[in-house]
């Protein structure tokens, strides 16, 4: 097993490297999995990641110690090769070391994070939120994001896929809103501060399900709830605390309990009013568009992405020509 260390640093990010170029940078661990080769030996599945993104690497015959000391939120100096494997790139690892203490890197030099600012996004969101005319689905509305909040502007929405970044989760609601107010513009028979609320809400659970935006992972809570149960009785409570009754209640409820869309997307109910149907729309849109323009980003013009597991593990083409 290789493990030896190097000096030398690049200057260019994990991701923006091309196939076939050698690497030599400090990145960190975002997770491991152990695994056996076909000869017997263990070895160390480790998605690695910088501010451009992550990609999967292989150490190779490990030993009791690799388990040890090669684990999430470590950072390390890695030399390597960048492979195209089935579709999607992996780096060859031909050299890795753990970081030492001196060395000039800390964690928060490697966590890509949302491209809006939290005051931005508070900003933007406090807005929407002014906007309700229905005092009991603002006063809850306010309440639980109040509750949440230090932990909503922080937090991924989800640990792969879509929006797995720093403050993901709530770059994700934004984009929403706006969607929602266009969609919303449109069609006037939809009721905004159902719709809103919906989209401020449907995810905030995941503050509960996930450990947090570094090497994220699921709760206890979350694998055995979901965000979704979870924010039912979050809305719950919060109904109970400000002594609310009424209907508004119940459907945002349901805009919780339906967003998925279908009970084999993980909804135990179907949308069954307009603002739920809506808000499921949005909420795939957004999350299809964040994964199709982060791998596109990544690819020159006349290229192919990458293979997109989400998105039925489609590959995307970048046309040449200019949209202007």
Same mark, same amino acid.
């Given at each position: 097993?290789?493990?030896?260390?190097?000096?030398?640093?690049?200057?260019?990010?994990?991701?923006?490297?091309?196939?076939?170029?050698?690497?030599? /940078?400090?990145?960190?661990? @975002?997770?491991?999995?152990?695994?056996?080769?076909?000869?017997?030996?263990?070895? $160390?599945? &480790?998605?690695?990641?910088?501010?451009?993104?992550?990609?999967?690497?292989? *150490?190779?015959?490990?030993?009791?110690?690799?388990?040890?000391?090669?684990?999430?939120?470590?950072? %390390? @100096?890695?030399?390597?090769?960048?492979?195209?494997? +089935?579709?999607?790139?992996?780096?060859?690892?031909?050299?890795?070391?753990?970081?030492?203490?001196?060395?000039?890197?800390?964690?928060?030099?490697? *966590?890509?994070?949302?491209?809006?600012?939290?005051?931005?996004?508070?900003?933007?969101?406090?807005?929407?939120?002014?906007?309700?005319? /229905?005092?009991?689905?603002?006063?809850?509305?306010?309440?639980?994001?109040? @509750?949440?909040?230090?932990?909503?502007?922080?937090?991924?929405?989800?640990?792969?896929?879509?929006?797995?970044?720093?403050?993901?989760?709530?770059?994700? &609601?934004?984009?929403?809103?706006?969607?929602?107010?266009?969609?919303?513009?449109?069609?006037?028979?939809?009721? +905004?501060?159902?719709?809103?609320?919906?989209?401020?809400?449907?995810? !905030?659970?995941?503050?509960?399900?996930?450990?947090?935006? %570094?090497?994220?992972?699921?709760?206890?809570?979350?694998? *055995? !709830?979901?965000?979704?149960?979870?924010?039912?009785?979050?809305?719950?409570?919060?109904?109970?605390? *400000?002594?609310?009754?009424?209907?508004?209640?119940?459907?945002?409820?349901?805009?919780?309990?339906?967003?998925?869309?279908?009970?084999?997307?993980?909804?135990?109910?179907?949308?069954? %009013? +307009?603002?739920?149907?809506? $808000?499921?729309?949005?909420?795939?849109?957004?999350? @299809?568009?964040?994964?199709?323009?982060?791998?596109?980003?990544?690819?020159?013009?006349?290229?192919?992405?990458?293979? &997109?597991?989400?998105?039925?593990? +489609?590959?995307?083409?970048?046309?040449?020509?200019?949209?202007?």
């Amino acid at each position: 097993m290789i493990h030896k260390g190097v000096v030398k640093t690049m200057s260019k990010k994990l991701l923006e490297h091309e196939v076939g170029e050698q690497i030599d /940078n400090y990145v960190l661990i @975002k997770s491991v999995t152990k695994g056996t080769a076909s000869n017997g030996n263990a070895f $160390l599945s &480790v998605a690695l990641q910088d501010k451009s993104g992550e990609i999967e690497a292989k *150490l190779w015959s490990i030993t009791k110690e690799d388990e040890e000391i090669y684990i999430p939120e470590t950072i %390390v @100096k890695v030399a390597g090769e960048i492979q195209n494997y +089935r579709g999607r790139l992996q780096l060859k690892i031909k050299a890795i070391r753990l970081a030492g203490p001196n060395e000039p890197v800390e964690l928060s030099d490697f *966590l890509e994070k949302a491209p809006l600012s939290k005051d931005i996004m508070v900003e933007k969101i406090t807005a929407y939120i002014f906007e309700m005319e /229905n005092s009991n689905i603002q006063r809850l509305t306010r309440h639980l994001l109040n @509750k949440h909040k230090d932990a909503f502007l922080e937090y991924p929405a989800a640990t792969k896929n879509h929006h797995e970044f720093v403050s993901g989760l709530a770059y994700h &609601v934004v984009s929403m809103l706006d969607l929602a107010k266009a969609i919303s513009s449109l069609y006037p028979s939809l009721n +905004r501060d159902l719709l809103y609320a919906g989209v401020i809400l449907h995810d !905030l659970g995941k503050v509960i399900e996930l450990s947090g935006p %570094v090497s994220t992972t699921y709760t206890v809570e979350g694998n *055995l !709830l979901g965000h979704i149960s979870l924010m039912m009785i979050e809305i719950g409570k919060a109904a109970e605390e *400000l002594q609310l009754e009424g209907e508004e209640v119940t459907i945002l409820q349901h805009l919780v309990l339906s967003h998925h869309g279908k009970a084999e997307w993980g909804s135990p109910k179907p949308p069954m %009013v +307009r603002e739920a149907e809506i $808000l499921h729309y949005i909420d795939n849109l957004d999350a @299809k568009m964040n994964m199709m323009d982060r791998a596109l980003a990544r690819v020159k013009p006349g290229e192919y992405t990458e293979r &997109v597991f989400a998105l039925d593990n +489609r590959s995307f083409y970048k046309p040449t020509f200019s949209a202007e």
